[in-house]
């Protein structure tokens, strides 16, 4: 069985739309970067934390971990702490371009394999009411 490290509905779609039958089980771990740790590094090494902390409860089972970070000019952005902070981010990404890094690993037999794959994404430039629209509307789906 296939175990989904994950609880981003995001990345369950992405399994089901290939047709992979798996269950969900998420990980909770501390997602903070460590000092000095570069942004591949770091998506490898949560990536692969999330999929371990659920092989050791499920040892027989394939299970998939995966975390994303986004970066601009150097820096990892976190997760927004709230609207205001989202705010912010989108404000820095407004027209620019920045860095999305995923990690993923798959721990089968208590072995993890991890990869990471880069993106380079351009964000147009966004108005106050853009940001104010995209903010609300992710508020809206997180709660």
């Known amino acids: 069985m296939l175990v989904l490290a994950s609880a981003s ?8 739309n290939a047709g992979i039958a798996f269950e969900v089980q ?3 771990i501390a997602e903070d970067p460590l000092p000095g740790e570069s942004a591949k590094d770091c998506a490898e090494r949560l990536a692969c934390g999330k ?3 659920v092989a050791r409860q499920r040892p027989h089972d394939c299970v998939l971990g ?3 970070v986004v970066v601009v000019d150097g820096q990892i952005l976190g997760k927004p ?5 989202a705010a912010r981010m989108l404000r820095l990404l407004s027209g620019r371009e920045h860095q999305v890094i995923t990690g993923v690993c798959l721990v089968v037999d208590g072995k993890p394999s991890v990869a990471s794959e880069t993106t380079i994404v351009t ?8 940001i104010a629209e995209y903010v ?7 709660g």
């Open 9 to 16: 509905p995001r990345r369950q779609e992405l399994l089901r």
């Open 26 to 28: 998420p990980a909770h």
């Open 51 to 53: 999929a371990l902390a």
């Open 66 to 68: 995966a975390d994303t």
């Open 81 to 85: 702490s709230d609207a205001a902070d």
């Open 123 to 130: 964000v147009s430039e966004l108005t106050d009411q853009d």
């Open 136 to 142: 609300s509307v992710a508020h809206d789906m997180s």
